[in-house]
């Protein structure tokens, strides 16, 4: 042998309490690159023995003389504090983004001087998330990288929905899960970077994460029962009584959310819409209480604002304005009055909202449940590969894209920010603030050395 081949994975880990634990994607990767003697910078290398012999190595085999993986420095830049601009050392950093969108960098910094550049006018940090994805290359990134998950999941939709009874479960989350990382790993722009935006093992580890949270549980129940989405009532039994209690319904394979999304769409929406009318009824309600509560207020006399007391709080006004003895002077009757019946009118419209959202959900409630029966194998197979399997992965994956626009707006706003006002500007702002003060304190009387 020529040397000894090292991994530092110390920082591969989630925490869980107070321990530390290896994740999948930890495993994974500590065994392709042991297997593969794959070399990473800060994670693995071959050490030849003559370094390890090296007198000031000594046969030593502790990890940290040989793996380096401490995150380089975020170093101040004295010169940039003084002058202004951002140093360019700090976007070379960036250069995994500036080989995928090569025009990116000219088109997010003007230069300033030699070793210093400035980020230009059209790109405002309040929107520049949103204008970095608009950038013709990083859209084509992003487009890209949703492309080639849809190829993926388009392959695996079709071997899933071939899933039989009696089928391993063990197997199908081997294979499916070796594909997404093979398919991520070989994504030409992701090879070809020496620092790929995306990880691979972050794709998969969210593959494993559903795998155990769902997927895992769905797979043994077609292995058992094949594609059957039956429904179960839910009954809950009191531990004390012994009573038990009918909590609605379910179904394992085919949650309703996947049924109401499909079939009832539009009176899923007309529901959505009678709540959103509902909490303007309700924000106003409490806006009208908020305004009129003080101690002058037309809530004032009630100890608890409820129907029953605006009620006869009503009633002592009319009473009092006929026999001309009211109970207190009111600062004007006739607008408490208008107070109070319009805080009737908007409860009793609440009220009747509520009653409808009632109903229709129930109604839709009903009617997703008659629809299970109605279901064919192929449409049970679209609803839980596609609607539910699928469409979840999609949705973290494409989190991890984001992530990718989020980091990068993240860090040219911190240097942006912090290299913005040069030190003789921020001097000069201190000399004017602190002349204006005490200028005023000599307009109050105070002498000021």
């Not at 050490?47 to 502790?62: C, G, H, R, S, T």
């Amino acid at each position: 042998r020529k040397g000894i081949f090292m991994i530092d994975a110390s920082k591969g880990f989630m925490k869980d309490g107070n321990k530390n634990r290896l994740r999948s994607r930890d495993i994974h990767k500590i065994v392709d690159v042991f297997t593969q003697g794959e070399e990473h910078p800060g994670y693995s290398r071959l050490v030849p023995l003559e370094e390890i012999a090296d007198p000031k190595n000594d046969y030593n085999l502790n990890l940290p003389r040989y793996i380096d993986t401490r995150e380089g420095e975020d170093i101040q830049d004295i010169d940039a504090h003084l002058n202004g601009g951002i140093p360019a050392r700090d976007l070379d950093a960036l250069d995994a983004y500036w080989q995928v969108c090569p025009s990116l960098k000219e088109s997010l910094f003007l230069p300033l001087r030699p070793g210093y550049l400035q980020l230009s006018d059209h790109f405002p940090l309040s929107t520049l998330n949103f204008q970095l994805k608009e950038h013709p290359q990083f859209a084509a990134f992003l487009e890209g990288m949703d492309e080639h998950f849809t190829q993926w999941r388009d392959h695996t939709a079709t071997e899933l929905k071939s899933l039989q009874p009696g089928c391993n479960p063990k197997e199908i989350i081997h294979q499916h899960s070796e594909a997404l990382l093979a398919h991520y790993e070989n994504h030409p722009q992701l090879v070809s970077l020496p620092s790929p935006l995306i990880d691979p093992y972050a794709v998969y580890q969210h593959l494993m994460d559903y795998w155990a949270e769902t997927m895992q549980d769905d797979c043994y129940l077609i292995a058992a029962e094949g594609w059957q989405a039956v429904t179960s009532r839910i009954v809950e039994r009191n531990k004390k009584t012994g009573k038990e209690k009918d909590k609605g319904w379910t179904c394992e394979l085919v949650p309703k959310p996947l049924i109401v999304a499909r079939y009832f769409a539009a009176e899923q929406a007309a529901i959505e819409d009678q709540k959103a009318e509902l909490e303007s009824l309700q924000a106003s309600l409490t806006e009208l209480e908020e305004e009129h509560g003080g101690e002058d207020g037309a809530f004032a006399e009630l100890e608890k604002i409820n129907n029953a007391n605006v009620t006869a709080r009503l009633r002592e006004i009319a009473t009092s304005g006929r026999d001309g003895s009211p109970s207190r002077p009111p600062t004007d009757p006739d607008d408490e009055v208008a107070i109070l019946k319009r805080w009737q009118k908007l409860t009793k419209a609440s009220s009747a909202l509520k009653k409808a959202i009632k109903s229709a959900e129930a109604a839709l409630d009903q009617l997703a449940h008659d629809q299970y029966p109605k279901l064919s194998e192929d449409e049970i197979k679209t609803l839980v590969v596609e609607d539910k399997w699928l469409a979840t992965l999609e949705t973290a994956i494409h989190g991890e894209v984001d992530r990718i626009s989020q980091a990068l707006t993240q860090r040219v706003k911190e240097l942006a920010s912090r290299y913005e006002t040069p030190l003789p500007q921020m001097t000069d702002r201190v000399t004017a603030l602190e002349e204006k003060v005490n200028a005023h304190l000599e307009r109050m009387g105070f002498a000021w050395n």
